[in-house]
């Protein structure tokens, strides 16, 4: 299917390109992709607006949009075991009109001020749709499960937020900069955990230990902004995959030949749902450990008790440091946990490869992954190239972006046996 441009105003364009230039055969598979792109623009949409910023009502609107799109399919064509407990949809139900109908049900009430896309999105894919009580069905079933689905994804009223504390000493210097981790980051109701800190790590090493000085040693010298170790093609490629394209990504899967709509539905449902939750409790563990970054430690190497560190007051990483704590690394559980599930749809890697581009205009910044442990391995050792994490947080958060992912592929929207009766699994 085409890819479209980064402006949610011309979703619609190729939106009805996609589909009319298609093969009908292939469309039922393909409403998903083209939705979540239609989501995806649309918030691209939103953060460009003048001050726009993320809240606890859009911050997961992308997996909303996909469990929405799975539990309509699901009802029309019961595969696998429902999350919220929907109904099967009475016979006939166009799958097509109820997917369609919940995305953009979501869509629009997330971002009722940038509906028009999404609008105008929802003519041409019920424009494929035959007139009919089947048609009518389906946009009704969508409706309620994307209702269905806002509700569960809502911030509880009444939340805890954990707000974030400086540690400094009294009447020491601090940076005043508060964390990019927003209050409702680590208060938000999981997918596939009980709690944010379900599969919370163990924590960072101490500072006197070996691995400690290995690691902060490695950041050090492949990390610098001037480092001459740091190979010179991923000094160019460290920026682009922070800002890796998951939805290209999953779409190059849900394109393989012989898939099926709710197939494609479930593929998104589960990873995206697992990479919110990975990062949920991430932004917990980042909380409560509070670790200093790089920048912070190598400047500081004398204070850190560990005759084997080295201290650098002038060392700068490649890229900015974020302003959040370094233990474990978001990027690295993310990549982790959508791998893994990845991995249990098609193996070690889809045929062709797994195709790594970010949202970089520069078409050159690409390269092709033989496994999805290497697409994990490259996003990994990037942060360490930025010279933004050190090692073992980054191995923390890979351990814990698998750990959940198995969870949720154990326990939720598990394939039904042909002629089992409907099934639930999900809170």
């Given amino acids: 299917m085409l890819q479209c441009p980064p402006r949610a ?5 190729c939106l009805a390109l996609a589909i009319f230039i298609g093969r009908p055969a292939a469309l039922g598979a393909d409403v998903v992709v083209t939705w979540l792109e239609v989501a995806e623009h649309v918030e691209y949409d939103v953060a460009e607006a ?3 910023q993320r809240t606890a009502v859009t911050a997961r609107a992308g997996a909303q949009v996909a469990l929405a799109m799975f539990e309509a399919a699901n009802a029309v064509d019961r595969r696998y075991s429902s999350f919220l407990g929907t109904s099967p949809a009475a016979a006939g139900t166009s799958a097509e009109a109820a997917v369609a109908s919940a995305a953009h049900t979501v869509i629009t009430t997330l971002f009722p001020n940038h509906k ?90 101490a ?10 040693d490695e950041v050090r010298r492949l990390g610098a902004k001037h ?14 995959w922070l800002n890796i394209s998951y939805p290209r990504l999953l779409g190059d899967v849900a394109r393989q030949p012989g898939r099926s709509l709710v197939q494609n539905a479930r593929l998104y449902a589960m990873t995206l749902l697992a990479m919110d939750d990975t990062w949920l ?77 970010s949202y970089d205009k520069n078409p050159g910044m690409r390269r092709v992954l033989p496994t999805w442990k290497a697409f994990v391995d490259e996003m990994s050792l990037s942060r360490i190239y930025a ?23 154990a326990g939720f929207m598990r394939p039904l046996a042909p002629g089992a009766a409907p099934a639930t699994a999900g809170r």
Wanted: negative net charge; contains cysteine; hydrophobic residues 40%.
């Fill in 207 to 216: 500072l006197s230990s070996e691995q400690y000085a290995r690691d902060l």
């Fill in 9 to 13: 105003s011309l979703v619609v364009t």
């Fill in 50 to 52: 003048a001050g726009a």
């Fill in 281 to 357: 409790a991430i932004m917990d563990a980042k909380m409560h450990f509070a670790t200093w970054r790089p920048i912070t430690a190598i400047r500081n190497a004398d204070q850190d008790g560990n005759d084997a560190t080295t201290r650098d007051a002038a060392w700068e990483p490649l890229l900015r440091t974020p302003t959040h704590p370094d233990y474990p690394c978001g990027h690295c559980g993310v990549a982790a946990a959508a791998a893994t599930v990845l991995e249990a749809e098609t193996g070690p890697a889809p045929s062709g490869g797994i195709w790594l581009r």
């Fill in 116 to 205: 028009t896309p999404a609008d105008d999105a929802l003519v041409v894919t019920l424009g494929t749709v035959p007139e009919g009580p089947e048609k009518t069905a389906g946009v009704e079933l969508g409706k309620r499960v994307a209702a269905a689905v806002i509700a569960r994804a809502a911030l509880p009223a009444g939340a805890t937020f954990t707000e974030y504390r400086p540690r400094t000493a009294p009447g020491v210097y601090i940076d005043p900069r508060l964390p990019s981790i927003l209050p409702f980051d680590t208060a938000m109701p999981p997918f596939f955990m009980k709690t944010a800190a379900d599969v919370r790590p163990a924590g960072p090493p």
């Fill in 387 to 409: 010279g933004a994490h050190t090692r073992f947080a980054n191995e923390a958060a890979e351990a814990m972006g698998r750990e959940l992912a198995r969870r949720a592929l």
């Fill in 227 to 240: 480092s001459t170790e740091r190979p010179k093609d991923q000094t160019l490629l460290v920026s682009p």
